[in-house]
């Protein structure tokens, strides 16, 4: 039997599957959510319709089955051909689960393996930050949840957004690097103007933003990266997440 909010159900579900040994963290609204929980104060407010799991590709069955087991019916023939993503069905309360396995892959990859169990329920701040940024066309409901971690975490390896994690990944990929800092200076524009406004603190969350543009700015970058900014935007840098229905 499924629960009706979902974040309760995707912390129940993270605790169950690590009870019998099966490594799962949330990612996502509802992760970002738990993380900072000042998104509670968003205007409008932020609603969470599905559920989004990390989980590691060499226990998926396994995870699978506790997900079938709680009522869950998966989506066969994508769960078949995907490799690295399963897609479950919650009929009870309309609600999708979805877990992707080793790395989420969308208008970038990124890979959470090593860091997978770093925190108890959810994905480590710094990779929840990187889940937002690596989206090209930034919705609503993502500028929402970026504003609410920088707001709620500062640059730090101690619980806060750690910027190891975030230099690691985009300063060894130029598109990853362009696709962040854009949508960084973006931001930092944004909840500048809107200083004031109801929900997360903007200031704050610029402030975090920017000191987290700085160090991607400033950091060394790989000879993959440099190769790559020679062409720049001249070719692609980024993939169309293919969206899911």
Known sequence: M????????????????????VPARLVGGVAVRLRAPCIADADPPRTYHD?????????????AALLEAHGYEP????NTLAGDRLLF??????????????????????DFRERLTRDPETLCVADLVLSKLQIVELTDRDVADL????????????????????????C???GWWRTATGNLKSLIESWSR??????????????????LLDRLERAPKT?????????????TWYQEPEEVR
């Open 194 to 211: 809107e200083t004031g406004a109801a929900g997360p603190d903007r200031t704050r969350a610029a402030a975090n933003a920017a000191e």
């Open 223 to 235: 000879m993959r990266w440099k190769l790559r900014a020679r062409i720049g935007e001249r070719a």
């Open 172 to 174: 060894s990929d130029w």
């Open 147 to 170: 504003a609410a971690l920088f707001a709620e975490h500062s640059l730090s390896d101690d619980g806060g957004i750690d910027p190891s994690v975030i230099e690691e990944v985009c």
């Open 89 to 110: 069905a919650d009929d009870a309360n309309g609600r999708r689960l979805d877990v992707f396995l080793d790395r989420i892959a969308m208008c970038h990859t990124l």
């Open 51 to 63: 559920i989004d799991l990390a989980a590691d590709r060499r226990t998926s069955r396994e995870l």
């Open 75 to 78: 989506h066969h023939r994508f």
């Open 2 to 21: 499924t629960l009706p909010d979902p974040v309760e159900e995707g912390r129940r579900l993270v605790a169950e599957a690590n009870d019998v040994g």
